[in-house]
Each structure stands twice: as structure tokens, then as C-alpha cells.
């Protein structure tokens, strides 16, 4: 598996948005916690949990929950 490598230069410079409403940015923080303090950790438990069934080439329920996790990262990205 390989490592993603991080674009540091881009996000360096990314401003706020213009045209993001008060309630849009707010909607936004509330996703954000929601999935920092809800979500991930309840991914992250499946995953290890799952960890322990063994093979992991054959073991789908494994590499769906590593997706999910996967995806709840990329949209805790995307909203930073």
C-alpha cells in the first residue's frame, strides 16, 4: 500500500471563501465535529475490530470498513 503524500503548498494557499454564508460555515463546523467526534472513532473500532478476523485480502466486510474510513477522512479534509 502506498503512502499518500501530502501537497502542503496548496493548502498553504487557500483563503476563505467569499461567497460562504454564516449558516453554510456553521453547518460546515457541526459536520466537521460530527465526524471528528462521532463518525471516525466508530470507523476506526470497526476496522480494528475487523482487523482481527485475519486474511485481509479475502475478508470484503474488512476492506468495506477501511473504505468508509477512507472516505470519513477525505471529507474531514475536504471541509478544513
Same mark, same amino acid.
Given at each position: 500500500?502506498?503512502?499518500?503524500?501530502?501537497?502542503?503548498?496548496?493548502?498553504?494557499? +487557500?483563503?476563505?471563501?467569499?461567497?460562504?454564508?454564516?449558516?453554510?460555515?456553521?453547518?460546515?463546523?457541526?459536520?466537521?465535529?460530527?465526524?471528528?467526534?462521532?463518525s471516525?472513532p466508530?470507523?476506526?473500532?470497526? +476496522?480494528?475490530?475487523?482487523?482481527?478476523?485475519?486474511?485481509?485480502?479475502?475478508?470484503?466486510?474488512?476492506?468495506?470498513?477501511?473504505?468508509?474510513?477512507?472516505?470519513?477522512?477525505?471529507?474531514?479534509?475536504?471541509?478544513?
Amino acid at each position: 500500500m502506498q503512502i499518500p503524500k501530502r501537497k502542503t503548498h496548496i493548502s498553504a494557499t +487557500v483563503t476563505n471563501d467569499p461567497y460562504l454564508t454564516q449558516d453554510k460555515i456553521a453547518e460546515f463546523k457541526k459536520e466537521l465535529d460530527h465526524l471528528i467526534r462521532i463518525s471516525r472513532p466508530k470507523a476506526s473500532l470497526e +476496522v480494528q475490530e475487523l482487523s482481527k478476523l485475519g486474511d485481509f485480502s479475502e475478508n470484503a466486510a474488512y476492506q468495506i470498513a477501511k473504505g468508509r474510513l477512507r472516505g470519513i477522512n477525505r471529507r474531514i479534509m475536504d471541509i478544513k
